[in-house]
């Protein structure tokens, strides 16, 4: 990971909200269901606003690992989602790094339509050993195809 070059990023680029990123079209896939959904406000769902700022801050610190020995995973994001954001909106994404640690990079994020602020807030990644995660996740699979082959017994 290279601290020194990682400390500079900066970032501003526009996103226009898909018809597929807003809540009913997210929640009609959910157990809750259709009905549930169609119930929901025609606005951008928070966790693809989220999604589109992560894989922003993503981008980003690939640049900088080695990405046939290193990946980035999310470690925590808060954010504050403050005004609705409608179909076709265009999003004004600006992002900064608010500070590093040895393994990990913190990213102040902002988003802005047309109108107003819509999103403040704050990601953390982590630049991991792919072979670790990779062992780490091959783990997890193996059990949950025990539960499954006890289950089916």
């Known amino acids: 990971m290279n601290h020194e070059a990682l400390s500079q990023i900066v970032f501003e680029e526009s996103h226009v909200v898909s018809a597929d990123q807003d809540a009913r079209s997210l929640f009609r896939g959910l157990p809750q269901g ?11 769902a928070t966790c693809q606003l989220v ?24 470690q925590s ?20 790094v608010e500070g590093i640690g040895e393994r990990d990079v913190t990213f102040r994020v902002q988003a802005f339509d047309d109108c107003e602020q819509v999103c403040d807030g704050t990601i953390c990644l982590v630049v991991v050993r792919r072979r670790e ?20 017994a």
């Open 34 to 44: 259709r009905d549930y959904a169609d119930r929901l406000i025609d606005a951008m």
């Open 51 to 74: 999604a589109v700022l992560e894989s922003v801050c993503l981008r980003e610190v690939h640049r900088y690992v080695d990405s046939d020995e290193e990946t980035v995973v999310g």
């Open 77 to 96: 994001i808060e954010c504050r989602h403050c005004a609705p954001i409608p179909r076709g909106a265009r999003l004004r994404i600006s992002g900064w």
């Open 133 to 152: 995660i990779a062992r780490r996740i091959e783990r997890k699979c193996e059990a949950i195809a025990r539960r499954e082959l006890f289950l089916a």
